[in-house]
């Protein structure tokens, strides 16, 4: 069964660090593009990074660059979202995606929530 698996999310005061995870079964992760995405209610899904299969290239949105990182253990099968410095506004339900072609797999999401 494909599937991908969100975890790690809670809650975290402002300046605080959480690592979600993704993990990937029924398909190898390292062969798909990676991506992380978040949501609010009412508003669109934006990006916030994404991996590269090909040459393992990482991206960010503006507003994450120097505090996110984004990885990946292919002996796991899993993908990383590091995020340091969190701020309120990071607050958010959090997916990952894996894409390759026509293969487009979401996970279910995991909430983030910024708040003292």
């Known amino acids: 069964q494909v599937q991908l698996v969100e975890s790690g999310g809670g809650l975290v005061q402002p300046g605080g660090s959480l690592r979600l995870s993704c993990a990937a079964s029924?398909?190898?992760?390292?062969?798909?593009?990676i991506g992380w995405f978040r949501q609010v209610p009412g508003k669109e899904r934006e990006g916030v990074s994404c991996l590269t299969n090909s040459d393992g290239q990482s991206y960010y949105a503006s507003s994450m660059k120097g505090r996110f990182t984004i990885s990946r253990d292919n002996a796991k099968n899993t993908v990383y979202l590091q995020m340091n410095s969190l701020r309120p506004e990071d607050t958010a339900v959090y997916y990952c995606?894996?894409?390759?072609?026509?293969?487009?797999?979401w996970g279910q999401g995991t909430q983030v929530t910024v708040s003292s």
């Open positions: 995606n894996a894409k390759r072609g026509d293969y487009d797999h």
């Open positions: 029924g398909f190898t992760l390292r062969n798909y593009n």
